[in-house]
């Protein structure tokens, strides 16, 4: 309530287009007529004001499935309404419970910078334009303001580690300010090894019809930190994933490459060959994945078809049986186990084409994505 109000003021003075909205959870009979209450304050306040809705399928952890479908729902609705960005209301409060929370779970680095002012999400810009506030000073703000607001009953609910973290606080008389100061000082850190593992996969990453290729010594001469950092982020841009890898298993494959040992994590197929590392999609993280040729396989590949190619209405992934009957064609193919997870057009069960192992028959597939793209994506925002 309080970020509204002041986020109007600021988009009142230089003629800003401002929207207000609500997420509802659907997990409080009360949550409705705390969204009327901020509607009707948003009216007040000359504000167009939208409701999105969330239903838990009761699968995992509540409190994570919220906090993820929150930004999906406000980064979808942001770009259907054409904003430039979403601002979101965290505290300095805040910024303290999520430092000691990461602590207690044994985050590294990335974990104790806690929460950035701003991060790029589904395309969409996020800014927490109050992590320097306490939460006392927005309470004052509304009152002075005449302003009504509601608490969520459930930051006083012990079942939840938020709020446990929260008395925590209280009880060894933890500074917040303190705690967020050290936040921005491991986000610094941050910056400086992301930076550092840009600068080492900007001097040898390569993309190889799809596989991502740097050589194993480039790799192996760095700092562990920057081998996890370097791997997660290459996992995680190959896989099309949101998530990074656990860290266990991460740094388990990182010392393997070291030693010329490769392996599967996060979807990938990792190997070491001649001195190069190369990085392909797991034929098993996508042998269900099917889409029509005109759509983008696997968030990676785009197909494309010329005059006379051969009628084909599915990609799936060409796999091991297709694969072995496919005659040499002198075309340079990539390593088996990246063939077995590449892109082949199908009428029905019929092969119709497999690009990348040379059977093209009027079927083109290129990346979507480049080596500057996997670059640009390495630096947190």
């Not at 504000?47 to 479908?69: C, E, I, S």
């Not at 993280?285 to 078809?305: I, K, M, N, T, Y």
């Not at 992934?317 to 390593?335: C, V, W």
Request: aromatic residues 6%.
């Amino acid at each position: 309530m309080a970020l509204m109000a002041l986020a109007a003021d600021w988009a009142s003075a230089r003629g800003t287009r401002l929207e207000a909205v609500t997420v509802d959870h659907g997990l409080r009979p009360e949550a409705a007529d705390e969204a009327r209450m901020v509607a009707n304050a948003a009216r007040a306040l000359g504000l167009p004001h939208r409701v999105l809705v969330w239903q838990w399928d009761r699968k995992g952890n509540l409190q994570d499935a919220a906090r993820r479908a929150r930004f999906s729902l406000l980064a979808g609705w942001a770009v259907r309404e054409g904003l430039a960005a979403v601002l979101l209301g965290h505290t300095r409060n805040d910024q303290a419970e999520t430092l000691l929370m990461r602590l207690a779970r044994g985050s590294g680095v990335d974990g104790l910078a806690a929460m950035a002012e701003e991060r790029v999400a589904d395309g969409v810009r996020f800014l927490r334009p109050l992590l320097d506030v306490e939460r006392y000073a927005l309470r004052q703000e509304l009152n002075a303001r005449g302003q009504a607001w509601a608490d969520d009953p459930t930051n006083d609910d012990p079942a939840f580690d938020r709020v446990r973290t929260r008395r925590a606080l209280a009880a060894l008389g933890l500074d917040d300010a303190r705690l967020a100061e050290t936040a921005a000082r491991m986000a610094d850190a941050r910056a400086a090894l992301e930076e550092m593992t840009r600068h080492v996969a900007a001097s040898s990453l390569a993309l190889d019809r799809g596989d991502l290729t740097l050589p194993q010594e480039a790799f192996a001469t760095q700092p562990a930190e920057i081998r996890h950092r370097l791997l997660a982020h290459l996992l995680r841009w190959r896989a099309h994933s949101p998530y990074r890898p656990r860290y266990r298993p991460l740094r388990a494959l990182a010392e393997g490459l070291v030693r010329g040992r490769g392996g599967t994590l996060h979807g990938c197929f990792v190997s070491v060959r001649r001195g190069t590392i190369r990085i392909a999609r797991e034929y098993a993280a996508v042998a269900a994945l099917e889409s029509p040729p005109d759509a983008l396989w696997d968030g990676f590949w785009q197909l494309e078809r010329t005059e006379g190619a051969a009628r084909a209405d599915t990609v799936r992934a060409l796999g091991q049986r297709a694969l072995g009957p496919l005659p040499d064609t002198g075309h340079a193919r990539p390593p088996r186990e990246s063939l077995m997870a590449s892109p082949a057009l199908w009428h029905g069960d019929r092969l119709v084409a497999a690009p990348l192992a040379g059977l093209g028959e009027g079927w083109t597939c290129q990346p979507a994505f480049t080596v500057d793209d996997c670059l640009a994506t390495l630096l947190s925002h």
